[in-house]
């Protein structure tokens, strides 16, 4: 399985501001997807990350909110765009080979004050 | 709209027996199925995928699939306290990749010494 890091694992920020979360993956992956995990809650898909090309977003998330970029095969960022409260939550990133099972990070605990 | 759904627990079950996990999917064309495990503070970790009906063992897991009753299972033989942990259902919809997962909440499963 591939070794995927996140940074920050965790950070504390105020409302209005933006945070980007970066991942890494150790070996060249073809799917990276990043998921969000609200306190007490299981994990939804935000988007699928896209190398070279715009992000494909779930229901219920847009590009403005959480903008993503994906320049090679094995580095993603994710940004919380203007936080709220609401936006804290873990943010994971996750990731794995075409027709092999994906694997997560270390997740982002951010919290919004 | 896609579920997976799972009995949230608590499930306690002493040391040393069988702790049994159960897990329901809406999508019927649904082809692959899978169950995470994840420690408090921690993200989730794979533990088990299966992708055909019947049982799939790895050393004290095995999972069980019926697709014809959406439904897909994970027993923990000998559990020990180490087991304690939340484990997820996740399962790829049809026309899904590797890692675009939807997750059911969780069970949450305490082992007691």
């Known amino acids: 399985s591939a070794v995927i890091s996140q940074k920050p694992s965790r950070d504390i920020c105020q409302r209005g501001t933006s945070l980007t979360i970066q991942c890494q993956v150790d070996?060249?992956?073809?799917?990276m997807f990043w998921y969000r995990q609200q306190p007490g809650q299981s994990l939804t898909l935000i988007a699928t990350?896209?190398?070279?090309?715009?992000?494909?977003?779930e229901s219920g998330f847009v590009i403005d909110k959480f903008p993503i970029s994906r320049p090679n095969l094995t580095f993603s960022t994710l940004t919380v765009s203007n936080m709220s409260p609401e936006d804290s939550s873990i943010y994971l990133c996750?990731?794995?080979?075409?027709?092999?099972?994906?694997?997560f990070g270390q997740g982002t605990r951010l919290t919004v004050v | 709209q896609k579920e997976v759904e799972q009995n949230s627990g608590p499930l306690s079950v002493p040391e040393g027996a069988i702790a049994s996990l159960n897990c329901t999917y809406s999508?019927?064309?649904?082809?692959?199925f899978f169950w995470y495990r994840q420690y408090s503070g921690k993200s989730p970790e794979l533990i088990m995928s299966?992708?055909?009906?019947g049982d799939k063992e790895d050393g004290r897991f095995t999972a069980q699939l019926n697709k014809a009753s959406q439904y897909v299972s994970l027993l923990i033989r000998d559990s020990q306290p180490s087991d304690s942990a939340t484990y997820l259902c996740?399962?790829?919809?049809?026309?899904?990749?590797?890692?675009?997962?939807?997750f059911g909440k969780g069970t949450k499963l305490s082992v007691k010494p």
């Open positions: 996750s990731a794995g080979k075409m027709n092999t099972e994906a694997f």
């Open positions: 070996s060249q992956v073809t799917m």
């Open positions: 990350a896209n190398q070279g090309s715009e992000a494909t977003y």
């Open positions: 999508d019927r064309v649904s082809q692959s």
């Open positions: 299966i992708y055909s009906n």
């Open positions: 996740a399962v790829i919809p049809y026309g899904g990749s590797q890692g675009n997962l939807i």
